[in-house]
């Protein structure tokens, strides 16, 4: 009698162990945000773009990264219970809307970032 408790104790473990790593994929794969990430590099990189082309003054640039860090909070506390809904996704992408939209009248506004001034040629004597 007690081999076969001992053995149904050990098949159960044995099936909780496969049961958990069953489950851990669905978690990770209701967490993830590929296409919220990629947006973002994406995001950043045009800010990067208009910072040295000279297209986004240094508050525009400031301004649009804090932007940017508002929807990666945002992204963090959709995460953080462990399941984005499909109404915290539309949240995300609305705010990455917006400030894509953002991005795109800055650098095309007409406000330019100063160049570098060259130093002043001297004279030979």
């Keep these: 009698m007690s081999k076969r408790i001992l053995a149904l104790v050990t098949l159960a473990v044995?099936?909780?162990g496969a049961l958990a790593q069953a489950a851990a994929p669905a978690t990770a794969a209701s967490t993830a945000t590929p296409r919220v990430d990629q947006?973002?590099?994406n995001?950043?990189?045009?800010?990067?773009?208009?910072?040295a082309s000279g297209q986004l003054t240094r508050p525009e640039a400031r301004r649009l990264e804090r932007q940017q860090g508002?929807?990666?909070?945002?992204?963090d506390?959709?995460?953080?219970?462990g399941t984005v809904t499909a109404q915290e996704?539309?949240?995300l992408h609305r705010m990455q809307n917006q400030t894509s939209a953002n991005i795109a009248?800055?650098?095309?506004d007409a406000q330019r970032r100063p160049a570098a001034s060259?130093?002043?040629?001297?004279?030979?004597?």
């Excluded at 508002?70 to 992204?75: F, G, L, S």
């Excluded at 506390?77 to 219970?81: E, P, T, V």
Aim: avoid cysteine.
């Design 14 to 16: 044995a099936s909780l």
């Design 39 to 41: 947006r973002q590099a």
């Design 43 to 51: 995001q950043d990189r045009r800010i990067d773009q208009g910072i």
């Design 70 to 75: 508002a929807v990666n909070r945002a992204e």
């Design 77 to 81: 506390r959709a995460r953080a219970d």
């Design 89 to 91: 996704r539309a949240r």
């Design 105 to 108: 009248r800055q650098r095309h």
């Design 118 to 125: 060259a130093p002043a040629a001297t004279a030979p004597k």
